[in-house]
Every structure is written in structure tokens, then in C-alpha cells.
Nanobody, 130 residues
């Protein structure tokens, strides 16, 4: 099962963008324990953006995006969203959705490690112009 991410694009600094991620042909709620977003800027390592427990309100975010980005999940639409507001030029990166199919405490350092996620989307480019 692969994930499919979309919604990236070019936006001005201070603007907003919403990224989407789905699993074509399979309901996310049947196998996702936690849903996360990571990003990777040119020449940099992939970094944690945020993670949310699928079935509840618990979420954790990187300090750099806290208060500006929000992860949500929608079982009816079979979607994982990343709402990005007050975008800055330093948010420019390829954004990846990822899911964990086994229990994982979202407030731990383990939840911020890419290696702890089982399935990934292909990435979508976000470019913020200053």
C-alpha cells in the first residue's frame, strides 16, 4: 500500500496551503495508528514536521511549525491533511506524508524519527516566495 500526497505549490510568504495524503484503494482508518508529515529541503536531511494519533486529538509538532501548521485526519474522506498557515521562506521543501501502523506514542522522540514510519507518500513540493 502506497500513500499519495498532493497539494503542493508556490505560495507567497504569509500565505496558506493545505496538503493532502490518501491511500488509494484502502481505508486509512483500517491500518493507520499515527499519521505524520516530514519535509526535506535541498541539501538537508529529512526533518519531522508533526504527527497525529489517527483516532484521537493528540498531536505533536516541531517547534519551527508549532502554532502555524495543523495535522488533521478524516476517516470519511480517507485523508490526512496538513494545513499550513503563515508560511515562511524557510518552509520551502518537499513534504512527505507517512503513517505508522503499530502503536506509537506521539509525544516521544521516537515519533519524530523517519525510520519509525511504515509507509510513505511520494512527496509534494512546497515553495514559499519571500
Amino acid at each position: 500500500v502506497q500513500l499519495q500526497a498532493s497539494g503542493g505549490g508556490l505560495v507567497q510568504s504569509g500565505g496558506s496551503l493545505r496538503l493532502s495524503c490518501t491511500s488509494p484503494g484502502r481505508l486509512l482508518k483500517t491500518f493507520v495508528y499515527a499519521a505524520a508529515w516530514f519535509r526535506q529541503a535541498p541539501g538537508k536531511v529529512r526533518e519531522f514536521v508533526g504527527v497525529k494519533h489517527w483516532g484521537g486529538p493528540y498531536a505533536s509538532y516541531a517547534d519551527s511549525v508549532k502554532g502555524r501548521f495543523t495535522i488533521s485526519t478524516d476517516s470519511a474522506e480517507n485523508m490526512i491533511y496538513l494545513q499550513m498557515d503563515s508560511l515562511k521562506s524557510e518552509d520551502t521543501a518537499i513534504y512527505f506524508c507517512a503513517v505508522r501502523t503499530r502503536p506509537l506514542a506521539v509525544f516521544t522522540n521516537a515519533a519524530r524519527q523517519p525510520s519509525n514510519y511504515d509507509k510513505w507518500g511520494q512527496g509534494t513540493q512546497v515553495t514559499v516566495s519571500s
